[in-house]
Every structure is written in C-alpha cells, then in structure tokens.
C-alpha cells in the first residue's frame, strides 16, 4: 500500500477515472514547493511543535511528580487528568470551541465577565491566539497521558540508589539531576516521539477548533483539504504532500530517538 501509495504521487489522477491516470514524473513536488498553502501549512505545524513539545513535556513532568508523592487522593487526581485523552478529538474541540468563546469571551474573561482580561478573550480568531488555543488544547488532552508514562518510569527507580545518595550527602537537587533525570530518560524518549508525531499529524481538534483559520492549518489538513480546494480534485499533489508528510515525521522522530536514546542509562 506504501509502494502504491508513493507511485501515485508521481501521477495526475482522478479516482473517479481512474483509467485516465497519466505519469508526470516530479511535476507533483515541484508544485508542491511552490505551493504557498502547503509552505505555509508547514511552517505553521512547525511552529506549533516548537510550542507545544517543551511545554506538554514538562507539564506531564510536574503532574508526575507531584502524583508520585505520598499525597491524599492522587489516584483520583491522576484519572481525572488522564481521562481527556478518551475524548475524541472532534468532540473535544467543539468543547474547547464553546469553552473559548462562551466560557472565556463572555463568561469570565470577557467586557462584561467576572474579570476582564482582553487576551484570553476570542482566543480562536486570531492569528496568534488561535494557535495558542489550540497548544492548550492539545496539551489539555495529552497532559494526562504524557503523565502515566512518566509516573511508571518514576515507579520503576530503584529506591535504594536514592537512599545511598542521601547517605552520601547528595541533596534534593543532586539525587533529582543525577538520578532521576538519567534513569528517567526512556520516559523521556517516549514521550517526546509521542508528542511529536501528534503534533505533526494533528487534525480532527484543528478542523473542529479552527477549520484552519488565522494561520492555524497544519500539514494533516493542508492535505486533507488539497482534494478539496480545487476542481476537480488534485489527488497527485495531495499524495506527494503525504510522501513529504511522511519523511518529514519519520527524520523528525529517528533525529529525537537517537538524541534521547544516547542520554538513556540502564537500570
């Protein structure tokens, strides 16, 4: 399906005649480059990852933290913080939709709100705050997620290794950068490919949020909506978006594996 798939990209065709597909050779990927949706689409995914990534990874790091301590209630605690990730990805942006412009823009946030604070208000209709809103979107839905993975890496930390440090003098933030850290780095490889690969194929919460909107379209969508935006449907420039789509996630995630692969210690 991957050899036929990438064969399409270097054809103009029409699923709805299919016997009328001619080979074009690189006439795809040279329009692809310099198509200005598609260039656009990808710096915006680009810079939603740039946002996203160390903001969900240290998030999901403190929650995990803080619910390995010996507190009251952090079972409940945890699931309620994991339970967005069930929410399906359109559902959860209509919600997040209502939250923005209702909750925010005229409940609490807005002129007449509880307090007025102008930037959280419209947050989806404009450039910068929509992209914004769709970070604590994501964030809001993967936190949680992102916070499992981590607290069963903490869990898994000898103990003893701690207590001998202690012993030997080490502070807080001696055992937490020379320990934790290292021994936590396979978390860390996980959940930065994890966040990653859902920055980069992002789609259902951009279409429900955004549509696309305010400089908000991510590659997923700049495909999608390829088929879409001309007539008839351009199905070769699409795919060759999909063949660029695919290396783009696949160097991304090898380069970010092997990173945090190398910093990995045994246990």
């Known amino acids: 399906a991957a050899a036929l798939a990438f064969g399409f990209s270097f054809m103009d065709f029409n699923l709805l005649r299919p ?10 990927y ?3 480059f310099q198509d200005a949706s598609f260039l656009k ?18 998030l999901a790091f403190g929650l995990a933290l803080l619910l390995t301590q010996k507190l009251k209630g952090t079972n409940i605690f945890r699931t309620i913080f994991f339970m967005p990730n069930l929410i399906g990805g359109i559902v959860l942006g209509y919600i997040w939709q209502f939250i923005f412009e209702i909750v925010f823009s005229k409940i609490l946030f807005g002129e007449d709100g509880i307090i007025s604070i102008p930037a959280l208000c419209n947050m989806t209709q404009d450039n910068t705050k929509a992209l914004f809103a769709l ?6 839905q993967m936190a949680g997620y992102m916070m499992i993975i981590y607290t069963t890496g903490l869990n898994n930390i000898p103990k003893d290794l701690s207590e001998a440090a202690a012993i ?7 055992r937490f950068k020379s320990i934790t850290v290292p021994m936590l780095m396979p978390s860390f490889t996980i959940v ?5 690969s859902k920055c980069f194929m992002l789609l ?17 969508m700049q495909i999608l909506y390829t088929t879409r935006d001309g007539s008839p449907p351009d199905y070769g420039l699409a795919q060759a978006q999909a063949v660029i789509f695919f290396v783009l996630i696949a160097a991304v995630t090898l380069v970010q594996v092997s990173i945090t692969s190398k910093k990995e210690v045994e246990l």
């Open 19 to 28: 016997k009328d597909a001619a080979f074009v050779g690189f006439e795809n």
């Open 204 to 220: 259902d919460q951009n279409v429900a949020l955004t549509d696309g909107n305010f400089s908000t379209r991510m590659l997923a």
């Open 192 to 196: 930065f490919f994890l966040t990653l």
């Open 41 to 58: 689409a990808m710096k915006n995914t680009l810079y939603f990852a740039v946002v996203v990534v160390p903001y969900q990874v240290t």
């Open 168 to 174: 030997d003098g080490a502070g807080t933030w001696q």
């Open 30 to 32: 040279i329009r692809l």
């Open 135 to 140: 970070v604590m979107l994501i964030t809001w």
